[in-house]
Structures are given as C-alpha cells and as structure tokens.
C-alpha cells in the first residue's frame, strides 16, 4: 500500500493531507472521518504506508532538531 500527499479543499479551507494512492485523483471528493465535501485537488509525491506512518508525527520535534 502506499499514501499519495494531496492538497485539498473544503469550501474556504484547503488542507495537505497523505491520503492513501488509490483515492488519490485529482477531482475527486471524498469523505474523511465523518466530513463530506473534500475535493481533491492536485496530487504530488507517493512514498509506502510504512514509511509515511512512521514519520507522521516528524514535525513535533522538527523546533528542537532546528534551535540553536
């Protein structure tokens, strides 16, 4: 399995989101949790499930990595 990083939009929000490959088309809409209404609207990179859930959470310690 592997997760394809889409932006998308919802009304006035747009969001970046790893979504797995096969939903990932560029006009689709989608259902994510019990929202409606999310439309996909360019896809970019694809890397395997286990690598991007591995590192889903990376940006938590990205500030202390970076501080000097």
């Known amino acids: 399995m ?4 889409c932006r998308m939009k919802r009304g006035n929000t747009q969001t970046t989101a790893w979504i797995p490959s096969e939903f990932a088309k560029a006009g689709k809409w989608l259902r994510i949790g019990k929202r409606d209404g999310w439309q996909v609207v360019s896809c970019g990179g694809t890397l395997p499930a286990e690598y991007v859930l591995e590192h889903e959470r990376n940006y938590r310690t990205q500030r202390q990595a970076s501080d000097i």
């Open 2 to 5: 592997t997760f394809t990083q």
